[in-house]
Structure formats: C-alpha cells, structure tokens
C-alpha cells in the first residue's frame, strides 16, 4: 500500500464517521464542506510524513505498521480539529 492510498482511506473513513457531523454543526453547509476538506487534507498530510519516517527507519511497511498509522493520524486529527472547535 502507498503513502497516497493509505492516506485517501484514512480520510474517508474520518469522512464517514464524523463528515455529516462536522456539517450539520458548521454555521453554513459550504463552510462545513470546507471544514471537512480541511481535515482531510490533514490527515493525508499526517499519513505521508509517518508513512515516509517509517519508510526511511525501516525499509518495510506491514501491516501492524499501516494499522498504527491509521490510528495515530486520526487521533491527530481529532485533537487538532477538536481545538479548533471543528468537530
């Protein structure tokens, strides 16, 4: 799996989980649209730079090692976008 596949699936599925949520508390549905995008540009951006780190550490990613990439962009996620009073 590449650093950009992974990082589109970790956005859809922050998408949807939390995408209808983050529009309906939004002031307008397009600035919601625009929050929402705005985490998932994150998050892909969260993806690539551990999937590179641990590409150059490593040499080899697993399965165990996609799996806590996943689950750490996302928490990322939440704690910045949560601060932010996004979500």
């Known amino acids: 799996m590449t650093a950009s596949t992974l990082g589109y699936d970790v956005a859809h599925r922050i ?3 939390v995408g209808k949520s983050i529009i309906e508390k939004a002031p307008t549905k397009g600035e919601g649209l625009e929050r929402l995008q705005e985490m998932k540009d994150y ?11 641990e590409r150059a550490t490593n040499g080899v990613i697993g399965r165990a090692v996609i799996d806590r990439i996943s689950r750490e962009a996302i928490q990322q996620a939440f704690e910045v976008f ?3 009073g996004g979500l």
């Open 82 to 84: 949560e601060e932010g």
């Open 43 to 53: 998050v892909r951006e969260v993806v690539a730079a551990q999937y590179a780190a």
């Open 15 to 17: 998408e949807l989980d």
